[in-house]
């Protein structure tokens, strides 16, 4: 069984810089996943803040986009969102996420596999 656990969340000021780490366990074959990282805000919404291809390509929310990074280190099996210049927006409990694929994941994907989360809080 697929087993995604999150860490690196806590509380961080404006403007700074946080790291979210995601770990796979039971992930046979983990370059051929999608993955992405999604934020639950306090209204219990659920948005995409940045995805991640099967080819490596990566996708951001508008409000993520050039400050936010995804990376997916296939060898260790470790997904990370480095987060710079952090809003109080960017509040919310930070999910990741994964689908098995054996080519490229079209557009918005159906993950069967979540985490539990990692609460982010910035401070204004």
């Known amino acids: 069984q697929v087993r995604l656990v999150e860490s690196g969340g806590g509380s961080v000021t404006a403007g700074g810089s946080l790291t979210l780490s995601c770990t796979a366990s039971?992930?046979?074959?983990?370059?051929?996943?999608?993955m992405a990282w999604f934020r639950e805000d306090e209204r219990n919404e659920r948005v995409a803040v940045a995805s991640i291809n099967t080819d490596g390509t990566t996708t951001y929310a508008n409000s993520a986009e050039g400050r936010f990074t995804i990376f997916k280190d296939n060898v260790n099996r470790i997904m990370t969102l480095a987060m710079h210049d952090v809003k109080p927006e960017d509040n919310g409990l930070y999910r990741c996420?994964?689908?098995?694929?054996?080519?490229?994941?079209?557009?918005?994907?159906?993950?069967?596999?979540w985490g539990q989360g990692t609460e982010v809080t910035v401070s204004s």
């Open positions: 996420a994964a689908v098995y694929h054996w080519g490229r994941c079209r557009p918005n994907p159906t993950y069967p596999y």
């Open positions: 039971g992930a046979d074959k983990y370059g051929q996943y999608c």
